[in-house]
């Protein structure tokens, strides 16, 4: 268990899966813990702020009651491809661009952000240059204007993941200028809510194949212990990457062992 005594940290879907794992094990750390979420945790924390990541007033709303500074920004909340692609997006990407952007000033020296990506956004060096296009979109609503525009092939979550991975790659020198780090996780399939959706949006011959190679899902547990490696100090000079945490699936599907999923 890593010491976070005295730490402030922002988790964002604190209410489920992963999020509540993770307030858990920053509380039992000694963290000051304030949560942003649709929904009300059922985990012990400092601070809860409603809000709709979905939503750009309702963010900005949020980080007007945020109050002090802060060592850590872990973005957790996501939602998956059984939802509207522009909901996904705008969770999945926009949104949390546009806290992390308006709540850097909030982070100390030293401070950290995680993104909680996936191991589904694999395909990015093959749409690099689309995704550069979205992200070079200076608002939440110019994204949305573009994504509108730009509607993508395949499942609207695969290429919100991609987006969010290379979002982390882009902005890592930047952060450093600031003082602060920037990293992604991309989880393989998780044991959460959202897994039944997956099962839906991705194909359950593909969530279940996974658990058959592997022997199981991840548990919560097992992602949030890598998002606070990265948000501490032993991560200190992992700066704009990501760290799979699957259980070694994209290991043998990357390099061609395994079939890749139709997902
Ligand atoms: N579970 C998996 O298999 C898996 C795999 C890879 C990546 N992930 C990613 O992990 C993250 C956490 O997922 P989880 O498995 O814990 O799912 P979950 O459904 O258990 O939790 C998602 C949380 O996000 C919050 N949320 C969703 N939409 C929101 C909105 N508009 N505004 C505010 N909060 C909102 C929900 O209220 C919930 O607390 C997501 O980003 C997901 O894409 C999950």
Redesign the pocket.
């Known amino acids: 268990m890593s010491d976070f005594t005295g730490k402030r940290v922002i988790v964002?879907?604190?209410?489920?899966?992963?999020?509540d794992a993770t307030v858990r094990r920053l509380k039992a750390g000694g963290a000051h813990v304030v949560s942003?979420?649709?929904?009300a945790p059922t985990a012990e924390v400092d601070t809860h702020i409603t809000?709709?990541?979905?939503d750009p007033h309702s963010i900005d709303n949020a980080v007007a009651q945020l109050d002090g500074t802060f060592d850590a920004l872990l973005n957790?909340?996501?939602?998956?491809g059984t939802s509207p692609a522009d909901t996904v997006i705008a969770?999945?990407v926009l949104?949390m661009r546009h806290l992390i952007e308006s709540s850097l000033g909030l982070l100390e020296p030293g401070g950290s952000v995680v993104v909680?990506?996936?191991?589904?956004g694999y395909g990015w060096p093959n749409r690099l240059e689309t995704i550069k296009e979205l992200l070079a979109t200076d608002t939440f609503e110019e994204g949305a204007a573009w994504f509108a525009a730009n509607p993508q092939k395949g499942n609207a979550y695969n290429f919100s993941?991609e987006v969010a991975t290379v979002y982390v790659m882009t902005m890592g020198v930047a952060l450093n200028d600031m003082g602060l780090r920037i990293n992604a996780i991309l989880?393989?399939?998780?044991q959460?809510?959202?897994?039944e959706d997956?099962r839906v949006s991705m194909g359950e011959d593909n969530i279940d194949g996974i658990a058959t190679l592997l022997g199981r899902h991840a548990t919560?547990d097992d992602i949030a212990s890598s998002i606070l490696f990265l948000a501490s100090p032993n991560a200190g000079w992992v700066n704009g990457t990501s760290l799979i945490v699957d259980g070694g699936i994209s290991g043998v599907v990357l390099t061609g062992l395994v079939p890749t999923p139709e997902i």
């Open positions: 964002t879907g604190a209410a489920s899966g992963i999020g942003l979420d649709r929904n809000v709709d990541l979905a957790v909340a996501g939602v998956p969770v999945n949104g909680v990506s996936s191991s589904a993941k989880p393989g399939p998780v959460t809510p959202i897994l997956f919560p």
